[in-house]
């Protein structure tokens, strides 16, 4: 189970059509770009994005267009919803549209304990009989997840295959990848990394995968930047120092994943890096970028495409 989730698997943004609609067909070019650019798989919708102002429908119309666009890459589905039973729902939705495994999130508006949210996971996770990521995003969902509790899900859930880790603690990858050298994890259980900004740390700490959102504009950078950065981990120094080098470029537009409009700014640098400005639409209730706040991302866009690597196989 841990080749399904594996290496850069980007979180997916959602274009919209004139009408608000999401656009079927700007999402299945983009799961071929993607796919095409080197990403391992694809994980829809992003989760903290737009995906959870989504319709039960529309999100099993992004499914498939993911899908037919990603040929033989998997469609991981993002499955949060604010009650148990409504998230089991999205997972046969998802099984039913064709995605290859599960990144199931906690319970949305309440909260509740961790009891509660491993139970909520649990009972997701084996709706479908799908692999399934659990996801651990203390600030945004406010339950913490650590990993000895990813090990007890693991333990209770054949369907526990890895986790996507947002705490910011490098040192939650390390104890995971520990857990599963030692048997209290799954040897082929994979440890992810959740943020942008802490992918290099993350891969050297021995992760198996990199769930990302820049990616969504540079795909090519950020597959390099992992497959350097996993060398790096296998004792290569010069692979280590193209890891660095790169992650020091990448650095300024990565911590655009770590603000709260950090939708917006992914999507505005994905419009210009593409070409193409419909990239910018976003659904209600976000807002387009505040006049600064657009100036200040381009800004650091421009920066950085000025001084952009050439990375070798560029594809684009």
């Not at 499955?79 to 199931?104: E, F, K, N, P, Y």
Request: aromatic share 4%.
């Amino acid at each position: 189970m841990r080749g399904l989730m594996h290496g850069v698997m980007p979180a997916t943004t959602t274009p919209f059509c004139a009408d608000g609609s999401p656009d079927l067909d700007r999402v299945a070019r983009h799961a071929e770009w993607l796919v095409r650019s080197g990403c391992s798989a694809l994980i829809a919708p992003g989760s903290l994005g737009e995906g959870q102002s989504l319709e039960v429908a529309e999100r099993a119309d992004l499914w498939r267009a993911h899908i037919s666009g990603a040929g033989d890459a998997p469609v991981i589905a993002a499955i949060g919803h604010a009650s148990t039973a409504g998230a089991c729902a999205l997972a046969r939705a998802a099984a039913d549209a064709g995605c290859r495994g599960l990144m199931v999130l906690p319970p949305y508006v309440h909260s509740g304990d961790v009891r509660e949210a491993m139970t909520h996971i649990a009972c997701v996770s084996r709706e479908t009989g799908l692999p399934a990521m659990v996801y651990n995003n203390p600030a945004a969902y406010r339950t913490d997840i650590t990993p000895r509790a990813i090990a007890s899900l693991a333990e209770s859930c054949q369907a526990v295959c890895a986790a996507k880790d947002s705490s910011g603690d490098v040192a939650r990858i390390a104890e995971l990848v520990r857990m599963s050298g030692e048997g209290a994890l799954p040897e082929s259980f994979a440890a992810c990394v959740g943020l942008d900004d802490g992918a290099l740390d993350g891969a050297l700490a021995g992760a198996a995968g990199w769930v990302a959102g820049l990616v969504n504009a540079l795909p090519r950078e950020s597959v390099v930047l992992w497959e350097r950065a996993v060398a790096a981990r296998g004792g290569d120094d010069h692979a280590r120092r193209e890891a660095t080098a790169l992650h020091e470029w990448f650095l300024p537009l990565l911590m655009m994943d770590t603000v709260p409009d950090f939708v917006q700014r992914i999507k505005l640098v994905q419009s210009r890096v593409r070409g193409d400005a419909a990239w910018e639409r976003v659904r209600a209730p976000r807002l387009a970028l505040e006049p600064r706040d657009a100036d200040d991302a381009l800004e650091t866009l421009a920066r950085a495409l000025a001084t952009r690597p050439e990375v070798g196989g560029r594809r684009s």
